[in-house]
């Protein structure tokens, strides 16, 4: 049984991520705490920018990084809320999702902090991703507001690229697409 670490991003934890485990230990995966552990790491959006660099050497799936030259963190989660509250989710769902979001940014301010020090240095990230000898997939889903459709030409020939219909949190709430991707 291979074991998964998850890397949530920014204001993100177990609440947000209980479809995607659920589906994960479905599919014969155990989850672990440890990205020095796990035979496979799963970084979502900021997530990436808390991976200790030894992990960037495993199986990697990065899906919806943050990163898009010229576009404000303030304009992506603007752009992100306005998008999760469309005709697709009740008033009682995004409110929740919300309360979670704040949770987790104020549960842990120091990954929070972590993850935009290590956002400010994104291109240093991506050109360590394109060095590495692991097996990585970056995922992009078509409406991402944080992830530019310009990663694709950012990427090493070695990366593997997807893009996917969905938003940005996809990963939590429809999480079969990428779990074909494990296999």
């Known amino acids: 049984m291979k074991s998964i670490y998850l890397a949530h991003g920014f204001s993100e934890g177990e609440q947000h ?3 995607l485990v659920g589906a994960l230990k479905a599919s014969g995966y155990s989850m672990t705490n440890s990205p020095k ?3 496979i790491v799963i970084a979502h959006s900021g997530g990436l920018y808390t991976l200790p660099l030894d992990v960037i050497n495993k199986t990697l799936l990065v899906v919806g990084p943050t ?5 404000s963190l303030r304009s992506s989660f603007a752009e992100n809320v306005r998008a999760g509250f469309s ?4 008033l009682a769902v ?4 919300m309360f979670w979001h704040i949770w987790y940014a104020i549960k842990s301010p120091k990954t929070v902090m972590l993850m935009y020090k290590n956002w400010r240095y994104k291109e240093l990230w991506i050109e360590k991703l394109n060095r590495s000898p692991a097996t990585i997939t970056v995922v ?3 409406d991402d507001a944080f ?3 310009a990663i694709k030409q950012s990427l090493g020939g070695s990366i593997t690229y997807f893009e996917l219909p969905g938003g940005h949190d996809d990963l939590w709430t429809n999480p079969k697409p990428y779990l074909e991707l494990l296999k």
């Not at 005709?87 to 009740?90: D, G, I, N, P």
């Not at 995004?94 to 999702?97: E, I």
């Open 17 to 19: 991520a209980k479809q």
């Open 67 to 71: 990163y898009w030259e010229g576009k």
């Open 147 to 149: 992830c530019s459709p």
């Open 94 to 97: 995004w409110t929740l999702k």
């Open 87 to 90: 005709s697709r989710t009740s």
């Open 140 to 142: 992009r889903n078509k």
């Open 37 to 39: 552990l796990a035979d």
